[in-house]
Structure formats: structure tokens, C-alpha cells
């Protein structure tokens, strides 16, 4: 089930704010409702886990209860009739547990403003929670990128747009670079035709280049190249906005990218493995 109000509390920066009208209520009570579940890093298992509501939304679920709006059931009927559906709160506060030990949180902390909410807090922290494969990351990227990435998620944890962007910008340079050279490597791309890109006016480099690049990056990717366009702006043609905006999308291309990475290399070891004890037998049988 979509859920935007998930989204937002679970990814946004801090400061960030959302009107809360009709919609969003009801979509706070399916989450009352334990309807919309999420999955995301859980960094106690080490994993990617369910998440499922906890505790925290009685107050939204009290005031709106007031206000004649008894069931999710009865809501898609029914059209929220007051216009301040958090009335008489001055705080939110959500908690979710992890589907395999209830004892593995996550919580969010918001201040209400008129009738939108402000993030003002989240345990763990982002960059605690963002990178899954925290160890295999650092050994593809290599130290420097990675203590990058893990600056990137910080700033943008804290509402930095444009600072953040960059390091992200550089990651995805070095990522869709060394994946160049794979493709070099490997007979299906010149160092002309992919450095090309760059110098074709009105032509967006980046976005062309992972083009270029299908079967070498994760299809979502190549697929959906266009957000990618954006690495190739110049900072000043960036807003704070945008790039805050962007941010989620370009690291969760950053993550596949490197999962990708991961698996393929876990699927290199395990035919090593299988090739070194069929030799053994092989010489065997002779
Ligand atoms: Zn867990």
C-alpha cells in the first residue's frame, strides 16, 4: 500500500514539513491501524526488516475520533469535514517496531505547526539506518568514498541541500566511471563514445552516459536515466530544494548500485568455489 506519510517520516530531513490535511489523516490512522507496513534497514539485525507501527498516534487517533471519523472503513465514504484535523495537538510522536524483535525501535519526533508537522528528531539517526551493507560498501567504494556517502546521508539528515548533493554528485561519478571501465573491459563501449556525452550541446552528459551503460548497471537505472540528468547541472543552477528533493532518489541509485556490485561479486566467488571442487573431482575420476 502507498503510503506518502510513511515516506515522509521515515525519509525526510529534518526541518522538513508536511501539511496535514484529509489524506494525510487518513493515512496516519492506516498506520495506527498497523495497514501500512514498511520495510527498511532495521540496525540492530543488521538487515532489511518490516517495520509495523507501535505506539504514538493516540492523540491523532483520539481528536479525529471527536470528530465523527470512528474507521478507515467509514473514511473512504466519508470526506473529513473540519479543516484542523490536528486540533488541540502540539506534538507527534511515532514509534514502529521491527517484525523480528519487538525490541528493535524506530522513532520519529515532530512539532505541529497550524496544520502542518515539522520533523524535529528520529532514533537512530539516519546515517545509522541508511547504508545496509555498511562494510562491503566501504570495500567497493574505498574509504574516502565512503566516509563521503556517510557525510552525505548526515547532512541531508539535517536539511543540508546543496552540501550534501555534492558528495552524492562525486559518488556517482566514480560509480558510473569505474562502471565505464567494466564495460571497456569488456568490449562493449570506447573511452571516445562515452566521454562524448559530455561535449554534445544540449544533451544532458550524465543522462546519456547510463544510457550507454545498460547491462552494466541495474536496469532500474539505465531504465529511468533522466533524474540522473541533474548530476550534470552546475551547483548554481541548483536550488537547496531541489537537491534536498533529489537526495532520496540519487542514494537509493547509489545503494542498488552497489548491492549490485555485492551480488555480482558473491556470484563471481561462488562459481570459483564451485570451479575449484569440480577440478577436485575431476582429477579424481582420472
Ligand atoms: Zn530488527
Given amino acids: 500500500m502507498s503510503n506518502e506519510m510513511i515516506e515522509f517520516i521515515t525519509k525526510s530531513s529534518l526541518y522538513s514539513s508536511m501539511k496535514i490535511r484529509d489524506p494525510e489523516i487518513k493515512q496516519l490512522l492506516q498506520i495506527y491501524d498497523k495497514e501500512s507496513r514498511f520495510e527498511l534497514f ?15 498516534l493516540n492523540n491523532v487517533k483520539a481528536t479525529n475520533l471527536k470528530n465523527k471519523i470512528s474507521s478507515v472503513g467509514l473514511l473512504t465514504s466519508m470526506s473529513y469535514q473540519e479543516d484542523r484535523p490536528l486540533d488541540e495537538m502540539d506534538h507527534l510522536y511515532l514509534r514502529f517496531n521491527c517484525s523480528l524483535d519487538e525490541s528493535h ?9 497550524g496544520d502542518s508537522i515539522i520533523k524535529v528528531g528520529q532514533y537512530p539517526s539516519s546515517a545509522d539506518i541508511d547504508l545496509p551493507q555498511a562494510s562491503r560498501y566501504s570495500s567497493i567504494l574505498g574509504k574516502q568514498y565512503y566516509s ?11 536539511g543540508v541541500g546543496i552540501g550534501s548533493f555534492v558528495y552524492l554528485r562525486r559518488i556517482i561519478e566514480k560509480l558510473v566511471y569505474d562502471t565505464f571501465k567494466e564495460a571497456e573491459v569488456a568490449g562493449a563501449l570506447t573511452e571516445q ?15 546519456e552516459k547510463i544510457k550507454l551503460l545498460k547491462g552494466f548497471l541495474p536496469d ?4 529511468h536515466p533522466k533524474i540522473y540528468g541533474v548530476v550534470s547541472k552546475g551547483i548554481h543552477e541548483l ?18 548500485i552497489l548491492d549490485d556490485i555485492v551480488a555480482k561479486k558473491e556470484k563471481e566467488r561462488a562459481a570459483a568455489e564451485y570451479k575449484k571442487s569440480l577440478n577436485g573431482i575431476l582429477s579424481k575420476m582420472k
Fill in 42 to 56: 532495521c540496525a540492530e539485525c543488521r538487515d532489511k526488516k518490516v517495520f509495523i507501527y507501535d505506539c504514538g
Fill in 220 to 223: 532500474l537505472i539505465t531504465d
Fill in 105 to 113: 525501535k524506530l522513532e520519529y519526533f515532530f512539532a505541529v505547526k
Fill in 148 to 158: 563521503e556517502l556517510k557525510r552525505s546521508i548526515g547532512l541531508h539528515s539535517h
Fill in 193 to 207: 563514445q562515452f566521454e562524448y556525452q559530455d561535449n554534445v550541446r544540449h544533451r544532458n552528459g550524465m543522462e
Fill in 239 to 256: 536550488t537547496e530544494e531541489e537537491c534536498l528533493e533529489y537526495f532520496p532518489v540519487l542514494k537509493d541509485g547509489i545503494v542498488m
